[in-house]
Protein backbone atom coordinates (compact mmCIF):
# COMPACT_ATOMS: atom_id res chain seq x y z
CA UNK A 1 0.00 0.00 0.00
CA UNK A 2 1.19 3.59 -1.41
CA UNK A 3 0.85 6.21 1.34
CA UNK A 4 0.04 9.31 0.16
CA UNK A 5 3.50 12.13 0.79
CA UNK A 6 2.78 15.35 -1.23
CA UNK A 7 -0.30 17.53 -1.28
CA UNK A 8 -2.93 16.34 -4.58
CA UNK A 9 -2.95 19.22 -7.00
CA UNK A 10 -6.14 19.63 -8.83
CA UNK A 11 -4.74 18.15 -11.94
CA UNK A 12 -3.83 15.16 -10.48
CA UNK A 13 -7.32 14.73 -8.16
CA UNK A 14 -9.01 13.15 -10.82
CA UNK A 15 -6.39 10.53 -11.64
CA UNK A 16 -6.40 9.53 -8.31
CA UNK A 17 -9.98 9.24 -8.30
CA UNK A 18 -9.73 6.64 -11.02
CA UNK A 19 -7.34 4.50 -9.45
CA UNK A 20 -9.41 5.00 -6.40
CA UNK A 21 -12.38 3.12 -7.76
CA UNK A 22 -10.12 0.41 -9.06
CA UNK A 23 -8.33 -0.08 -6.07
CA UNK A 24 -11.36 -0.21 -4.27
CA UNK A 25 -12.53 -3.54 -6.31
CA UNK A 26 -9.50 -4.88 -4.87
CA UNK A 27 -9.91 -3.64 -1.14
CA UNK A 28 -6.32 -2.61 -1.53
CA UNK A 29 -6.08 1.24 -1.71
CA UNK A 30 -3.64 3.61 -3.56
CA UNK A 31 -4.02 6.76 -2.82
CA UNK A 32 -6.82 8.40 -0.15
CA UNK A 33 -10.00 10.24 -2.54
CA UNK A 34 -13.04 10.76 -2.04
CA UNK A 35 -15.36 10.37 -4.65
CA UNK A 36 -14.92 9.29 -8.34
CA UNK A 37 -16.70 9.68 -11.45
CA UNK A 38 -17.44 6.63 -13.26
CA UNK A 39 -18.17 7.95 -16.70
CA UNK A 40 -14.50 9.42 -16.62
CA UNK A 41 -13.73 5.89 -17.28
CA UNK A 42 -15.53 5.76 -20.99
CA UNK A 43 -12.90 7.44 -22.19
CA UNK A 44 -11.12 4.08 -22.82
CA UNK A 45 -10.95 2.82 -26.06
CA UNK A 46 -12.56 -0.75 -25.72
CA UNK A 47 -12.43 -1.60 -29.24
CA UNK A 48 -8.66 -1.17 -29.45
CA UNK A 49 -8.13 -2.72 -26.26
CA UNK A 50 -9.95 -5.88 -27.64
CA UNK A 51 -8.57 -5.85 -30.83
CA UNK A 52 -4.86 -6.01 -28.90
CA UNK A 53 -6.05 -9.40 -27.00
CA UNK A 54 -7.30 -10.73 -30.62
CA UNK A 55 -3.55 -9.60 -31.90
CA UNK A 56 -2.15 -11.38 -29.37
CA UNK A 57 -4.21 -14.50 -29.36
CA UNK A 58 -3.72 -14.52 -33.29
CA UNK A 59 0.06 -14.01 -32.18
CA UNK A 60 0.15 -17.07 -30.41
CA UNK A 61 -0.99 -19.48 -33.92
CA UNK A 62 -4.67 -19.81 -31.87
CA UNK A 63 -7.36 -19.29 -34.53
CA UNK A 64 -9.58 -15.83 -34.18
CA UNK A 65 -12.82 -17.93 -32.96
CA UNK A 66 -10.56 -18.54 -30.10
CA UNK A 67 -9.81 -15.23 -29.82
CA UNK A 68 -13.18 -13.76 -30.27
CA UNK A 69 -14.42 -16.42 -27.44
CA UNK A 70 -11.75 -14.77 -25.11
CA UNK A 71 -12.73 -11.55 -25.83
CA UNK A 72 -16.91 -12.16 -25.08
CA UNK A 73 -15.30 -13.82 -22.17
CA UNK A 74 -13.56 -11.51 -20.44
CA UNK A 75 -16.02 -8.43 -21.58
CA UNK A 76 -18.21 -10.36 -18.77
CA UNK A 77 -15.88 -9.56 -16.38
CA UNK A 78 -17.36 -6.37 -14.49
CA UNK A 79 -16.22 -4.01 -11.85
CA UNK A 80 -18.37 -2.70 -8.88
CA UNK A 81 -19.56 -0.21 -11.53
CA UNK A 82 -20.20 -2.22 -13.93
CA UNK A 83 -17.56 -1.52 -16.70
CA UNK A 84 -15.34 -4.82 -17.83
CA UNK A 85 -12.59 -4.72 -15.44
CA UNK A 86 -10.05 -4.65 -18.06
CA UNK A 87 -11.17 -1.55 -19.31
CA UNK A 88 -11.03 0.00 -15.76
CA UNK A 89 -7.66 -1.58 -15.34
CA UNK A 90 -6.56 -0.18 -18.63
CA UNK A 91 -7.73 3.50 -17.78
CA UNK A 92 -6.11 3.54 -14.19
CA UNK A 93 -3.10 2.44 -15.70
CA UNK A 94 -3.04 4.87 -18.65
CA UNK A 95 -3.82 8.15 -16.66
CA UNK A 96 -1.13 6.88 -13.84
CA UNK A 97 1.36 6.50 -16.60
CA UNK A 98 0.22 10.35 -18.40
CA UNK A 99 0.75 11.70 -14.14
CA UNK A 100 3.77 10.16 -13.79
CA UNK A 101 5.19 11.70 -17.39
CA UNK A 102 4.01 14.99 -16.02
CA UNK A 103 6.00 14.24 -12.61
CA UNK A 104 2.62 14.07 -10.60
CA UNK A 105 3.78 10.71 -9.66
CA UNK A 106 7.14 8.97 -8.68
CA UNK A 107 8.45 6.04 -10.53
CA UNK A 108 7.77 4.03 -7.11
CA UNK A 109 4.01 5.69 -7.10
CA UNK A 110 3.60 4.40 -10.33
CA UNK A 111 5.42 0.81 -9.25
CA UNK A 112 3.06 0.59 -6.50
CA UNK A 113 -0.85 1.13 -8.67
CA UNK A 114 0.81 -1.40 -11.43
CA UNK A 115 1.31 -3.54 -8.96
CA UNK A 116 -2.10 -3.30 -7.42
CA UNK A 117 -3.67 -3.84 -11.00
CA UNK A 118 -1.58 -6.91 -11.94
CA UNK A 119 -2.83 -8.20 -8.67
CA UNK A 120 -6.66 -7.48 -9.28
CA UNK A 121 -6.13 -9.11 -12.90
CA UNK A 122 -4.60 -12.08 -11.23
CA UNK A 123 -7.12 -12.80 -8.70
CA UNK A 124 -9.83 -11.91 -11.09
CA UNK A 125 -8.64 -14.51 -13.39
CA UNK A 126 -8.07 -17.22 -10.52
CA UNK A 127 -11.47 -16.54 -9.50
CA UNK A 128 -12.81 -16.44 -12.68
CA UNK A 129 -11.45 -19.84 -13.91
CA UNK A 130 -10.95 -22.88 -11.93
CA UNK A 131 -8.21 -25.31 -11.72
CA UNK A 132 -7.81 -28.64 -13.89
CA UNK A 133 -4.63 -30.10 -14.73
CA UNK A 134 -5.05 -31.46 -17.78
CA UNK A 135 -6.52 -28.07 -19.88
CA UNK A 136 -3.43 -25.73 -21.30
CA UNK A 137 -5.04 -24.54 -24.69
CA UNK A 138 -6.99 -21.59 -24.88
CA UNK A 139 -10.45 -22.83 -26.67
CA UNK A 140 -10.94 -25.68 -23.56
CA UNK A 141 -9.70 -22.85 -21.12
CA UNK A 142 -12.86 -20.36 -22.56
CA UNK A 143 -15.21 -23.05 -22.70
CA UNK A 144 -14.92 -24.67 -19.63
CA UNK A 145 -13.72 -22.14 -17.82
CA UNK A 146 -11.22 -24.33 -16.71
CA UNK A 147 -7.29 -24.41 -16.84
CA UNK A 148 -4.00 -25.55 -15.66
CA UNK A 149 -0.25 -23.81 -14.87
CA UNK A 150 -0.13 -23.47 -18.35
CA UNK A 151 -3.17 -21.81 -19.15
CA UNK A 152 -3.20 -19.16 -16.26
CA UNK A 153 0.35 -18.20 -17.73
CA UNK A 154 -1.03 -17.67 -20.88
CA UNK A 155 -4.43 -15.65 -19.78
CA UNK A 156 -2.01 -13.00 -17.27
CA UNK A 157 0.12 -13.14 -20.00
CA UNK A 158 -2.47 -12.04 -23.18
CA UNK A 159 -4.58 -10.01 -20.56
CA UNK A 160 -2.07 -8.16 -18.38
CA UNK A 161 -0.03 -6.93 -21.83
CA UNK A 162 -2.82 -5.98 -23.56
CA UNK A 163 -3.47 -3.46 -20.94
CA UNK A 164 0.20 -2.31 -21.35
CA UNK A 165 1.38 -4.21 -18.07
CA UNK A 166 5.23 -5.69 -19.01
CA UNK A 167 4.14 -9.59 -18.27
CA UNK A 168 5.66 -12.29 -19.65
CA UNK A 169 5.22 -16.38 -19.23
CA UNK A 170 7.59 -17.92 -17.43
CA UNK A 171 9.29 -21.71 -17.08
CA UNK A 172 9.54 -22.98 -13.34
CA UNK A 173 12.47 -26.24 -14.02
CA UNK A 174 12.12 -29.08 -11.78
CA UNK A 175 14.49 -32.43 -12.11
CA UNK A 176 13.22 -35.58 -13.52
CA UNK A 177 13.66 -38.70 -13.39
CA UNK A 178 13.56 -41.28 -16.89
CA UNK A 179 15.12 -40.56 -20.61
CA UNK A 180 12.50 -37.92 -22.09
CA UNK A 181 12.07 -34.45 -21.04
CA UNK A 182 8.58 -33.43 -21.00
CA UNK A 183 6.85 -30.43 -20.46
CA UNK A 184 8.42 -28.15 -17.40
CA UNK A 185 7.11 -28.90 -13.68
CA UNK A 186 5.62 -25.11 -13.63
CA UNK A 187 4.77 -22.34 -15.73
CA UNK A 188 3.95 -19.08 -13.86
CA UNK A 189 4.43 -15.54 -15.04
CA UNK A 190 6.57 -12.51 -14.44
CA UNK A 191 6.36 -8.61 -14.22
CA UNK A 192 8.68 -5.89 -14.75
CA UNK A 193 7.24 -2.57 -12.57
CA UNK A 194 7.77 1.23 -13.53
CA UNK A 195 10.72 1.08 -11.12
CA UNK A 196 13.03 -1.39 -11.90
CA UNK A 197 11.59 -4.49 -10.09
CA UNK A 198 10.45 -7.71 -10.92
CA UNK A 199 7.62 -9.74 -9.83
CA UNK A 200 6.85 -13.31 -10.44
CA UNK A 201 3.11 -14.22 -10.22
CA UNK A 202 1.56 -17.60 -9.68
CA UNK A 203 -1.96 -18.49 -10.12
CA UNK A 204 -1.94 -21.99 -9.22
CA UNK A 205 -0.31 -21.36 -5.62
CA UNK A 206 -3.00 -21.21 -3.22
CA UNK A 207 -3.04 -20.44 0.73
CA UNK A 208 -2.68 -16.97 3.04
CA UNK A 209 0.97 -16.93 2.78
CA UNK A 210 3.84 -17.80 0.84
CA UNK A 211 7.14 -19.59 2.17
CA UNK A 212 9.95 -17.86 -0.42
CA UNK A 213 12.14 -20.80 -0.09
CA UNK A 214 9.47 -22.85 -2.14
CA UNK A 215 11.19 -21.17 -5.22
CA UNK A 216 13.82 -23.49 -4.79
CA UNK A 217 11.50 -26.71 -3.13
CA UNK A 218 9.39 -26.60 -6.02
CA UNK A 219 6.28 -26.75 -3.95
CA UNK A 220 4.33 -26.07 -6.72
CA UNK A 221 0.63 -27.56 -7.34
CA UNK A 222 2.26 -29.06 -10.48
CA UNK A 223 0.06 -29.92 -13.87
CA UNK A 224 1.61 -31.81 -16.39
CA UNK A 225 4.62 -34.51 -16.17
CA UNK A 226 7.91 -33.65 -14.87
CA UNK A 227 10.32 -31.19 -16.38
CA UNK A 228 14.08 -31.55 -16.89
CA UNK A 229 16.85 -30.34 -14.70
CA UNK A 230 17.97 -26.61 -14.51
CA UNK A 231 20.53 -27.45 -17.44
CA UNK A 232 18.27 -28.73 -19.49
CA UNK A 233 17.36 -25.33 -21.98
CA UNK A 234 20.26 -22.67 -21.55
CA UNK A 235 20.20 -19.25 -22.89
CA UNK A 236 16.77 -17.77 -22.60
CA UNK A 237 16.50 -14.98 -24.97
CA UNK A 238 13.67 -13.08 -22.86
CA UNK A 239 16.55 -13.05 -20.33
CA UNK A 240 17.00 -14.13 -16.42
CA UNK A 241 15.34 -14.30 -13.31
CA UNK A 242 16.47 -12.89 -9.65
CA UNK A 243 16.57 -13.92 -6.42
CA UNK A 244 14.01 -13.35 -4.32
CA UNK A 245 13.13 -10.48 -1.80
CA UNK A 246 10.25 -11.69 0.07
CA UNK A 247 6.75 -12.79 -1.05
CA UNK A 248 2.92 -12.22 -0.37
CA UNK A 249 -0.37 -14.07 -1.36
CA UNK A 250 -3.47 -12.20 -2.73
CA UNK A 251 -6.76 -13.26 -0.84
CA UNK A 252 -5.44 -16.73 -1.26
CA UNK A 253 -6.13 -16.55 -5.03
CA UNK A 254 -2.33 -16.45 -6.06
CA UNK A 255 1.07 -15.11 -4.96
CA UNK A 256 3.51 -13.00 -6.19
CA UNK A 257 7.46 -12.74 -4.84
CA UNK A 258 9.43 -9.83 -5.02
CA UNK A 259 12.16 -9.95 -7.21
CA UNK A 260 15.45 -8.09 -6.89
CA UNK A 261 15.81 -4.56 -9.13
CA UNK A 262 18.05 -4.69 -11.76
CA UNK A 263 19.57 -3.26 -14.79
CA UNK A 264 19.86 -4.47 -18.11
CA UNK A 265 22.73 -6.97 -18.84
CA UNK A 266 22.43 -8.48 -15.02
CA UNK A 267 23.70 -11.80 -14.86
CA UNK A 268 22.00 -12.98 -11.06
CA UNK A 269 20.14 -16.15 -11.77
CA UNK A 270 18.25 -18.24 -9.58
CA UNK A 271 18.53 -21.45 -12.33
CA UNK A 272 14.50 -22.32 -11.46
CA UNK A 273 12.53 -19.43 -13.23
CA UNK A 274 13.20 -19.23 -17.39
CA UNK A 275 11.30 -16.13 -18.96
CA UNK A 276 9.49 -16.86 -22.47
CA UNK A 277 9.78 -14.52 -25.29
CA UNK A 278 6.52 -14.94 -27.56
CA UNK A 279 8.21 -17.26 -29.78
CA UNK A 280 9.52 -19.29 -26.64
CA UNK A 281 5.87 -19.30 -25.35
CA UNK A 282 4.57 -20.66 -28.86
CA UNK A 283 7.68 -23.27 -28.79
CA UNK A 284 6.28 -24.39 -25.45
CA UNK A 285 2.52 -24.73 -26.32
CA UNK A 286 3.64 -26.93 -29.50
CA UNK A 287 5.80 -29.21 -27.27
CA UNK A 288 3.20 -29.34 -24.69
CA UNK A 289 0.75 -31.01 -27.86
CA UNK A 290 3.59 -32.82 -28.79
CA UNK A 291 4.47 -34.55 -25.43
CA UNK A 292 0.25 -35.26 -25.16
CA UNK A 293 0.32 -36.62 -29.11
CA UNK A 294 3.35 -38.73 -27.96
CA UNK A 295 1.88 -39.92 -24.77
CA UNK A 296 -1.16 -41.65 -26.64
CA UNK A 297 1.12 -43.29 -29.34
CA UNK A 298 0.20 -40.28 -32.23
CA UNK A 299 3.43 -40.43 -33.42
CA UNK A 300 3.15 -38.57 -36.55
CA UNK A 301 1.46 -35.62 -34.75
CA UNK A 302 3.83 -35.56 -31.96
CA UNK A 303 6.72 -35.28 -34.56
CA UNK A 304 4.41 -32.54 -36.44
CA UNK A 305 3.94 -30.68 -32.91
CA UNK A 306 8.07 -30.92 -32.03
CA UNK A 307 8.90 -29.81 -35.28
CA UNK A 308 6.49 -26.71 -34.80
CA UNK A 309 8.09 -26.38 -31.66
CA UNK A 310 11.25 -26.09 -33.17
CA UNK A 311 10.55 -23.97 -35.80
CA UNK A 312 8.94 -21.16 -33.38
CA UNK A 313 12.91 -21.79 -31.14
CA UNK A 314 15.16 -23.32 -33.26
CA UNK A 315 17.57 -23.77 -29.92
CA UNK A 316 15.12 -25.96 -28.13
CA UNK A 317 16.65 -28.79 -26.92
CA UNK A 318 13.66 -30.28 -25.10
CA UNK A 319 11.60 -30.44 -28.78
CA UNK A 320 14.98 -32.07 -30.94
CA UNK A 321 15.40 -34.41 -27.70
CA UNK A 322 11.68 -35.79 -27.66
CA UNK A 323 11.31 -35.30 -31.86
CA UNK A 324 14.46 -38.28 -31.56
CA UNK A 325 12.65 -40.83 -29.02
CA UNK A 326 9.34 -40.67 -31.47
CA UNK A 327 12.00 -41.82 -33.64
CA UNK A 328 13.59 -44.14 -31.64
CA UNK A 329 10.53 -45.74 -30.65
CA UNK A 330 9.77 -46.26 -34.38
CA UNK A 331 12.82 -48.13 -35.19
CA UNK A 332 14.20 -44.57 -37.14
CA UNK A 333 17.86 -44.88 -35.46
CA UNK A 334 19.63 -42.64 -37.64
CA UNK A 335 17.35 -39.94 -37.50
CA UNK A 336 16.79 -40.41 -33.82
CA UNK A 337 20.91 -39.44 -33.32
CA UNK A 338 20.84 -36.72 -35.51
CA UNK A 339 17.88 -35.06 -33.64
CA UNK A 340 19.62 -36.30 -30.58
CA UNK A 341 22.73 -34.67 -31.52
CA UNK A 342 21.14 -31.41 -32.17
CA UNK A 343 19.47 -31.53 -28.38
CA UNK A 344 23.34 -31.85 -26.93
CA UNK A 345 24.45 -29.16 -29.39
CA UNK A 346 22.19 -26.75 -27.90
CA UNK A 347 22.98 -28.05 -24.10
CA UNK A 348 25.49 -29.77 -23.98
CA UNK A 349 24.96 -30.79 -20.62
CA UNK A 350 21.50 -32.19 -21.40
CA UNK A 351 21.55 -36.07 -19.22
CA UNK A 352 18.60 -37.40 -20.97
CA UNK A 353 20.02 -36.53 -24.73
CA UNK A 354 22.66 -38.51 -23.44
CA UNK A 355 20.65 -41.42 -22.39
CA UNK A 356 18.65 -41.16 -25.41
CA UNK A 357 21.38 -41.29 -28.03
CA UNK A 358 23.17 -44.11 -25.98
CA UNK A 359 19.59 -46.54 -26.94
CA UNK A 360 19.93 -45.30 -30.41
CA UNK A 361 23.51 -46.27 -31.14
CA UNK A 362 22.70 -49.46 -28.95
CA UNK A 363 19.87 -50.41 -31.49
CA UNK A 364 22.31 -49.55 -33.93
CA UNK A 365 25.70 -52.37 -32.40
CA UNK A 366 27.18 -48.96 -31.75
CA UNK A 367 28.32 -50.38 -28.37
CA UNK A 368 31.32 -48.20 -27.74
CA UNK A 369 29.52 -45.28 -28.69
CA UNK A 370 26.79 -46.63 -26.27
CA UNK A 371 28.97 -47.05 -23.55
CA UNK A 372 30.36 -43.16 -24.07
CA UNK A 373 26.86 -41.79 -24.25
CA UNK A 374 25.99 -43.70 -21.04
CA UNK A 375 28.56 -42.80 -19.21
CA UNK A 376 28.02 -39.18 -19.96
CA UNK A 377 24.38 -38.98 -18.89
CA UNK A 378 25.61 -40.77 -15.53
CA UNK A 379 28.50 -38.27 -14.70
CA UNK A 380 25.68 -35.30 -15.47
CA UNK A 381 23.74 -36.80 -12.93
CA UNK A 382 20.74 -39.28 -14.60
CA UNK A 383 22.19 -42.35 -11.98
CA UNK A 384 19.10 -44.10 -13.00
CA UNK A 385 18.15 -47.84 -12.87
CA UNK A 386 18.15 -48.07 -16.51
CA UNK A 387 20.84 -46.10 -17.54
CA UNK A 388 23.50 -48.23 -15.30
CA UNK A 389 21.35 -51.05 -16.88
CA UNK A 390 21.82 -49.91 -20.58
CA UNK A 391 25.30 -49.91 -20.15
CA UNK A 392 25.34 -52.86 -18.43
CA UNK A 393 24.06 -54.52 -21.60
CA UNK A 394 26.38 -52.78 -23.96
CA UNK A 395 29.61 -53.96 -21.77
CA UNK A 396 27.95 -57.34 -21.78
CA UNK A 397 27.81 -56.93 -25.86
CA UNK A 398 31.21 -56.13 -26.04
CA UNK A 399 32.76 -58.41 -24.34
CA UNK A 400 33.70 -56.04 -20.74
CA UNK A 401 31.54 -58.79 -18.08
CA UNK A 402 33.25 -57.77 -14.96
CA UNK A 403 31.95 -53.92 -16.37
CA UNK A 404 28.54 -55.46 -17.05
CA UNK A 405 27.87 -56.81 -13.83
CA UNK A 406 29.29 -53.62 -11.84
CA UNK A 407 26.80 -51.72 -14.01
CA UNK A 408 23.71 -54.80 -13.31
CA UNK A 409 24.60 -54.80 -9.87
CA UNK A 410 24.53 -50.53 -9.25
CA UNK A 411 20.79 -50.99 -11.17
CA UNK A 412 19.90 -53.44 -8.49
CA UNK A 413 20.84 -51.34 -5.61
CA UNK A 414 18.70 -48.70 -7.28
CA UNK A 415 15.75 -51.20 -7.53
CA UNK A 416 15.77 -54.26 -6.25
CA UNK A 417 13.01 -55.25 -8.40
CA UNK A 418 14.60 -54.90 -11.23
CA UNK A 419 14.25 -58.46 -13.17
CA UNK A 420 16.45 -57.52 -16.44
CA UNK A 421 19.41 -56.77 -14.49
CA UNK A 422 19.44 -59.87 -12.84
CA UNK A 423 18.63 -61.71 -15.38
CA UNK A 424 21.72 -59.06 -17.56
CA UNK A 425 24.52 -59.71 -14.42
CA UNK A 426 23.35 -63.86 -14.17
CA UNK A 427 24.10 -63.70 -18.02
CA UNK A 428 27.51 -62.13 -17.39
CA UNK A 429 28.31 -64.04 -14.47
CA UNK A 430 27.33 -67.55 -16.51
CA UNK A 431 29.67 -66.15 -19.33
CA UNK A 432 32.13 -65.90 -16.51
CA UNK A 433 32.05 -69.11 -15.70
CA UNK A 434 30.39 -67.79 -11.72
CA UNK A 435 28.00 -70.63 -11.99
CA UNK A 436 26.55 -70.33 -8.54
CA UNK A 437 26.04 -66.23 -8.79
CA UNK A 438 24.56 -66.94 -11.99
CA UNK A 439 21.62 -69.29 -11.09
CA UNK A 440 21.03 -67.47 -8.03
CA UNK A 441 20.94 -64.50 -10.06
CA UNK A 442 18.97 -65.94 -13.15
CA UNK A 443 15.97 -67.82 -10.98
CA UNK A 444 15.89 -64.37 -8.97
CA UNK A 445 14.60 -62.74 -12.34
CA UNK A 446 12.25 -65.46 -13.44
CA UNK A 447 10.74 -64.82 -9.99
CA UNK A 448 10.36 -61.38 -10.71
CA UNK A 449 8.90 -61.53 -13.90
CA UNK A 450 7.78 -65.33 -15.03
CA UNK A 451 8.04 -63.75 -18.98
CA UNK A 452 11.45 -63.82 -19.16
CA UNK A 453 11.58 -67.78 -18.51
CA UNK A 454 12.18 -68.52 -21.95
CA UNK A 455 15.37 -66.19 -21.74
CA UNK A 456 16.38 -67.76 -18.85
CA UNK A 457 16.20 -71.20 -19.91
CA UNK A 458 18.30 -70.17 -23.30
CA UNK A 459 21.28 -68.95 -21.00
CA UNK A 460 20.60 -72.58 -18.87
CA UNK A 461 21.04 -74.42 -22.27
CA UNK A 462 23.94 -72.22 -23.18
CA UNK A 463 26.21 -72.62 -20.36
CA UNK A 464 24.96 -76.13 -18.66
CA UNK A 465 23.45 -74.73 -15.77
CA UNK A 466 20.98 -77.28 -15.33
CA UNK A 467 18.51 -74.96 -14.22
CA UNK A 468 15.33 -76.31 -13.26
CA UNK A 469 12.13 -73.81 -13.88
CA UNK A 470 8.93 -74.63 -11.84
CA UNK A 471 5.98 -72.43 -12.74
CA UNK A 472 7.33 -69.92 -9.33
CA UNK A 473 10.77 -70.64 -10.57
CA UNK A 474 12.02 -71.88 -6.75
CA UNK A 475 15.28 -73.54 -8.10
CA UNK A 476 17.73 -75.21 -9.91
Excluded at 9 to 30: C, D, F, H, N, Q
Excluded at 250 to 260: D, N, P, R, S, T
Excluded at 312 to 338: D, E, F, Q, W
Aim: hydrophobic share 35%; aromatic share 8%; charged share 25%.
Amino acid sequence: MLRRTFALTGALMKRVLIAVIAMAITSVPVLNGKTADVSSLASTDKCALYGRIRQMVRALEYPDQVASELIEMVDSWKDTQGQPILVTLKAILANSEESCTKGELSKTQLAGIERNVISHLARTIKQQIDYRRDFFELASTVRSQKTNCCGYSQLLYILGSSIDLSVQAARVIEPVEGPMATVPQHMANTARLADGTTIILDLTRTGDSFDASAMTKGEYQSDFESGQRNSQQVGSRAGRVRRTSGARAIAGACFIEQLAARGDGSGTDNGRVQTLDRNELIAELHFSRGTLYHSSDRSAEAIKAYSKAIRANPKCARAYNNRGSVYLTAGRYKKSISNFDKAIQFNPEFAHAYHNRGNARFALGLYSQAISDYTRAIELGAELERTFLKRGSAYLKSGQYAQAVADYTKAIELDPKSSWAYYGRGTARAISADRARAKDDLLKAVRLDPALKRHVKEVSNQFELNLTLTSHSSSG
